[in-house]
């Protein structure tokens, strides 16, 4: 018995020795850097629900770590951490525990996609050629369907005027419709905030205006004064003859070449208001929150007409009657040769 209980302390006495040696080789290439493959990064998905087992190997398939084995040491070590879902980015040196480190913070990729106030559905699918996640046809062909809009505008083409301009986070898994949707939601915030108790506000007809207004003038002390030439001469019958609707129309046929010739003008297209009365059939652009406003409280006042200006500011020239508004349009002609 004696002999027998002199064997067994060796073994008890090197265990802790062991399980140390087993935690510094765990420390040690757990904080070791690694060079991610290939070296310009990669992106992993961590799809929710996933094992940590899952993850390690899905860590280590795509080279951001040695092992799944270090992975699975660091997990022992911190069992109560919650490893969270989403697409994330790798490049250059990692250690597996600033890896393990990155997706219990849930540091994500993410992409900032941001749209100017008066761009159209053309302006940001070609902007989103510029990025690598939601592509461009993709996005023109969930903005042609205005299910999700109907609710505010039953009239709406499509969702042009509904995509509010703002920046967005978007990732490789963001989808054409996802990315719609945050759009849509955004204007939804803003129209409940502009609106308010003004319930019976079109939203139709306000966003139609407001994309004009927004197209016509970066001025925002002209906004209101545009809108009021506009709903004036909607009051009287007047064609509108606001040239962004001719540019659109002929981006809706696929033959505008960067500016506005005499055939343009003469489109049979609906949305130029050169040839047909009243509002275009829908938006031709998505503004922001002062062209809304604008829209929705146009300045009091009787101008029917506006030019710019000779002196180049940007500014236009507001007029009341024809024989004012061709004096102005003169001294524009003027100042141009």
Not at 4 to 20: D, E, K, N, S, Y
Not at 266 to 276: E, F, G, L, V
Request: hydrophobic residues 40%; charged residues 20%.
């Amino acid at each position: 018995m004696l002999n027998l209980g002199g064997r067994r302390r060796p073994v008890v006495a090197l265990f802790p020795l062991a399980l140390l040696a087993g935690l510094a080789v765990i420390a040690y290439w757990g904080l070791a850097p690694y060079p991610v493959t290939p070296e310009q990064g990669t992106f992993v998905e961590i799809a929710r629900g996933m094992s940590s087992r899952e993850i390690a190997a899905v860590l280590a398939s795509h080279g951001v770590i040695r092992s799944k084995w270090i992975f699975l040491g660091l997990r022992a070590v911190h069992p109560r951490s919650k490893l969270q879902a989403g697409e994330y980015r790798f490049a250059g040196e990692q250690s597996p525990w600033r890896v393990f480190d990155k997706i219990r913070r849930g540091d994500v990729f993410y992409e900032e996609f941001t749209v100017p106030e008066g761009s159209n559905i053309f302006d940001i699918a070609a902007l989103l050629e510029q990025s690598d996640t939601v592509k461009p046809n993709d996005f023109l062909n969930a903005a042609a369907d205005a299910s999700g809009i109907r609710d505010l505008d039953a009239k709406a083409p499509n969702l042009e005027g509904y995509l509010f301009p703002s920046t967005y986070r978007v990732t490789h898994s963001t989808t054409a419709r996802q990315l719609c949707r945050m759009m849509t939601d955004e204007f939804r915030k803003q129209w409940r905030g502009l609106v308010g108790s003004m319930q019976t506000a079109s939203a139709h007809r306000v966003v139609t205006l407001a994309s004009m207004v927004e197209k016509e003038t970066a001025i925002p002390q002209e906004r209101p004064l545009v809108a009021s030439v506009f709903a004036n001469r909607l009051q009287m019958g007047m064609p509108l003859q606001c040239d962004p609707t001719t540019v659109y129309a002929a981006l809706l046929e696929d033959r505008y070449r960067g500016g506005i010739h005499k055939s343009d003008l003469k489109s049979a297209n609906p949305y130029n208001t050169y040839t047909h009365a009243g509002l275009p059939p829908g938006p031709i652009a998505n503004p922001g929150t002062e062209s809304l406003k604008a829209a929705l409280q146009p300045a009091t006042g009787d101008y029917l007409y506006f030019v710019a200006r000779a002196d180049g500011s940007g500014r236009h020239h507001f007029s009341a009657t024809l024989a004012e508004h061709e004096r102005a349009v003169a001294e524009l002609r003027k100042a141009g040769r």
